[in-house]
Nanobody
Framework: QVKLVESGGGLVQAGGSLRLACAAS????????MGWFRQAPGKEREFVAA????????EYADFVKGRFTVSRDKSENTMYLQMNSLKPDDSAVYYC?????????????????WGQGTQVTVSS
């Protein structure tokens, strides 16, 4: 069973930066396509960014292009989301997800495994 644990969330001022991490265990890391999603109160969970199992391909939601960067480090079994130029609208619980296929994938139904989430709050 794949276990995903997010970290790195917190409170930051608008214009600031945060780096989220998602540590994976239970399966060979390089076999997993991974993604980041977020969910604000009263809203549906939405796609943020994704990276293929080989790290050669990435996808981003339009609203984060140029501000967020997804990456992965197989030596640490960890995926990252570098978030720059944060806005109050970026406030949400951020979830990482994984599936044992190549990817990248942009929809929640394409993923089998989910982390517990980490809160990101951006103050104005």
């Amino acid at each position: 069973q794949v276990k995903l644990v997010e970290s790195g969330g917190g409170l930051v001022q608008a214009g600031g930066s945060l780096r989220l991490a998602c540590a994976a265990s239970g399966r060979t890391f390089s076999s997993l396509a991974m993604g980041w999603f977020r969910q604000a109160p009263g809203k549906e969970r939405e796609f943020v960014a994704a990276i293929s199992s080989s790290a050669s391909n990435t996808e981003y939601a339009d609203f984060v292009k140029g501000r967020f960067t997804v990456s992965r480090d197989k030596s640490e079994n960890t995926m990252y989301l570098q978030m720059n130029s944060l806005k109050p609208d970026d406030s949400a619980v951020y979830y990482c997800a994984a599936v044992a296929f190549s990817g990248p994938y942009m929809h929640t139904y394409e993923y089998d495994h989910w982390g517990q989430g980490t809160q990101v709050t951006v103050s104005s």
